[in-house]
Every structure is written in structure tokens, then in C-alpha cells.
């Protein structure tokens, strides 16, 4: 009997391919069907997974049966990929980063307009939840009006992989992390970006980024601070934000975390300085006994609906994406003035050029 499920195939069945393969499994509405990959080993690794494995991409496309090509290739190829799979009709999901440049996404998005079909880019970061409750944060003013916002990911693994070290194949940190928490800021904060500044990080001496540090000033007042590391033996909290009547920390992705806001109910008693170093501080001194309240991390915002479950809606013609491709270009628009404040060592405020 003819299954009513979608049909993807895998494009590239190598860490995050193999991953897709269990995302999918857990959608009663999407199976696989199959993989395609060039090398050898990962074919036979994909047969091993019970999944057929296509000889040639030529073959995938030519299949019918296939609605969805699922792109999980080194970045370069994503382009290639995502417009032939659409000029045979086929759907596709693409891994972050979408592409090389913005150039090459709007040829991928006109395919996809050409063509009818539905192009939707795995933003999968956007359902972290540690992100979300700083979403929640920032909508519910749980510390008050945010002002400054810092998002770190850090390593001490360096660079992993093969291609991720290759300039022309679309390594390094900022396309890699840099992509997921510049989304997850443009996705959370609704206003114009206004200003940025960056420095990449050349340390263990590839051609890429081994890590970067930008500041983004936006509109409405929120500065955020993004820094990517991969020589971090010690690591920075995920995320540190102020807001004007408090400021939250949440250390890692076990959500270790707290919120510390001013209380209001308490009357406002001076501080007592403090040694601290060789000197005396009244400044720097903790807040004075019951001036402040300590509290664990709220809820997460919630999203509508999971990645997949939103993809298979969106084919169906149900809803609308969670991942809007205007979203994902504004992002790579970004990234490219990123690239420019380093490469420049100038502050970028053109953002008609840049379109963020
Ligand atoms: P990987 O090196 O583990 O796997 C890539 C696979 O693609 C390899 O098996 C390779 O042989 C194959 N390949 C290369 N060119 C191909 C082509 N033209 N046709 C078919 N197969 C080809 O890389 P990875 O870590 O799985 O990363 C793949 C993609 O997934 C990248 O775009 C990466 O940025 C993204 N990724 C996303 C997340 C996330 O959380 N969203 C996490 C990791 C990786």
C-alpha cells in the first residue's frame, strides 16, 4: 500500500545528514527515501541505516516519487543543489547557511518562485530553548527594557571537520555558529540594525575565522554583543542580557541559569563600600541586603509549531513558514556587512547597501 507520507531524500549523508534521517523519523507525516552522497562510504553507511542510497543526484531528481530534496552538503554546493532539485519540483529544506552569498540565495529563492515550490532553510536554533527564554524575556519584560544582550558559544576544539576549514567551501565560525545566533537576535528583535562592528579571529592559522566578536547597535536601542570562540578552555555564560530592572544569565544549553531584578518593594538603602583589591568601593559593591530579588529562569517562548511539522504545513499550503526566507536573507545580508566591518576595521552603517 502507497504510503501518505512526504518523501525526502538526503543530500549529503555525512554528521548532519544522519541527523535529519532521526528529525525525519519523528514526523508521522515525512519518511525517507532514500540518501544521495558522493562518497562511497557514506552510501554504504546509508544502506546500513536501512535507506536506500541513490548512485547520482541525476537520479534522485529524475525519481518521482521524491517530493523533498534535503540539502546537508558543505555550504558551496548548496546553491547547485537547492535550484536543480526545484527545477525538477521537488521541495527543498537547506541547511544553514543557506549559501555562499546573498547573491547566490536570491537565485535559489527565484528558482523557488519560478518553480512553485517551497524553499524553507533549517534555522533550527530558532527552537533552542535557552534562546527562547530569552525571547520570552525580551517580550515580557521579565527584566525590564533590554539594553544590551550578549550571545556566546564557545569551544576549545578548534575548527572541526575537513571543509569547514576551506575558505572556498564556506568554513569558518561566522558562516558556521555565526549564522545560528545572528538569526536568532534579527528573529527575536524587531528593528533595523544601525550600526556594526566586528574583528574575526585568525589564531590557529587557517584561512577562516576561528571565532569573531561583532556588536550590533539596533534602532530601538538594543546593543547586542555576538562572540564566537574555538580556543575558549574556559567558557563565557551562552547569554548575558541587562535590562533596566535586571540582568539574566544563562551559563549553557542545561539551562543553568538565574534572573536578578531591583525590588521594588524594598527601600532604597545605600550600599556599604567594600575592599576589594587593594581598594574601597561603594560603586562596585553588591547591592545592599533585600534591594534585589533572585529568581530561577522563566518559561520559554513558545513557537507555533516544530520545524518539520511547520515544513509539512507549509508544503500542504496550511500555513506559513517559521523560517521566512526574507528573514534568512536579511541574516546573510548581515553576515556580509559583518565580513565588511572586519575586513575594513570600519563601523558599517550603510544598511540600505546592506539591506538588514
Ligand atoms: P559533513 O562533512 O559531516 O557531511 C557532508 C556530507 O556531504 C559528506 O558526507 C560529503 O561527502 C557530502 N557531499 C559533499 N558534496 C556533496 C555533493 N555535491 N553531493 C552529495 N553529497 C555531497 O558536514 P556536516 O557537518 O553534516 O554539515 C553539512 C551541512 O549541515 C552544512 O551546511 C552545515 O553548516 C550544516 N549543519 C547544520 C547544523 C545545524 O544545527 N543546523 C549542524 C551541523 C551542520
Redesign the pocket.
Given at each position: 500500500m502507497r504510503s501518505n507520507k512526504h518523501t525526502v531524500v538526503i543530500?549529503?549523508?555525512?554528521?548532519?545528514?544522519s541527523y535529519h534521517g532521526q528529525l525525519i523519523s519523528e514526523n508521522p507525516n515525512l519518511e525517507v527515501a532514500g540518501t544521495?552522497?558522493?562518497?562511497e562510504g557514506?552510501r554504504k553507511a546509508s544502506v546500513e541505516a536501512g535507506y536506500k542510497a541513490y548512485e547520482s543526484?541525476e537520479e534522485v531528481l529524475a525519481d518521482p516519487a521524491v517530493e523533498v530534496v534535503l540539502i546537508?552538503?558543505?555550504?558551496d554546493?548548496?546553491k547547485e543543489?537547492a535550484v536543480r532539485a526545484l527545477e525538477a519540483g521537488k521541495h527543498v529544506v537547506c541547511?544553514?547557511?543557506v549559501a555562499m552569498s546573498s547573491s547566490e540565495f536570491k537565485d535559489m529563492i527565484a528558482a523557488a518562485d519560478k518553480a512553485g515550490r517551497v524553499l524553507m532553510v533549517?534555522q533550527?536554533?530558532r527552537w533552542d530553548e535557552d534562546f527562547r527564554i530569552i525571547k520570552q524575556m525580551h517580550e515580557s519584560d521579565t527584566i525590564g527594557a533590554l539594553f544590551q544582550i550578549e550571545s556566546r558559544v564557545h569551544g576549545a576544539n578548534g575548527i572541526p571537520?575537513?571543509?569547514r576549514h576551506v575558505k572556498a567551501q564556506g568554513g569558518g565560525m561566522l558562516l558556521?555558529w555565526g549564522v545560528h545566533l545572528l538569526d536568532q537576535l534579527l528573529f527575536m528583535i524587531d528593528s533595523r540594525v544601525t550600526s556594526v562592528s566586528s574583528t574575526l579571529s585568525f589564531i590557529l592559522g587557517n584561512d577562516v575565522d576561528d571565532g569573531f566578536e561583532a556588536v550590533l547597535q539596533f534602532e530601538n536601542g538594543i546593543k547586542a554583543i555576538v562572540e564566537v570562540g574555538t580556543t575558549n578552555f574556559i567558557t563565557l555564560p551562552r547569554w548575558y542580557v541587562k535590562g533596566l530592572e535586571g540582568s539574566a544569565v544563562i551559563e549553557d544549553w542545561s539551562l543553568t541559569g538565574r534572573i536578578v531584578t531591583r525590588n521594588r518593594e524594598s527601600e532604597h538603602r545605600e550600599p556599604t563600600p567594600i575592599r576589594a583589591g587593594v581598594g574601597l568601593t561603594k560603586t562596585m559593591a553588591p547591592p545592599s541586603e533585600g534591594s534585589t530579588i533572585t529568581a530561577g529562569l522563566p518559561p520559554a517562548a513558545e513557537l507555533p509549531d516544530g520545524f518539520y511539522s511547520n515544513f509539512v504545513a507549509v508544503i500542504e499550503g496550511t500555513a506559513e513558514p517559521i523560517v521566512k526566507n526574507a528573514e534568512v536573507l536579511r541574516v546573510q545580508n548581515l553576515i556580509e556587512a559583518i565580513f565588511a566591518a572586519a575586513e575594513k576595521n570600519e563601523v558599517i552603517k550603510d544598511f540600505d547597501t546592506y539591506g538588514v
Open positions: 543530500v549529503g549523508y555525512g554528521g548532519m545528514g544521495f552522497d558522493l562518497l557514506r543526484y546537508a552538503t558543505p555550504n554546493v548548496h543543489i541547511e544553514k547557511p533549517h533550527n536554533r571537520g575537513d571543509w558556521d
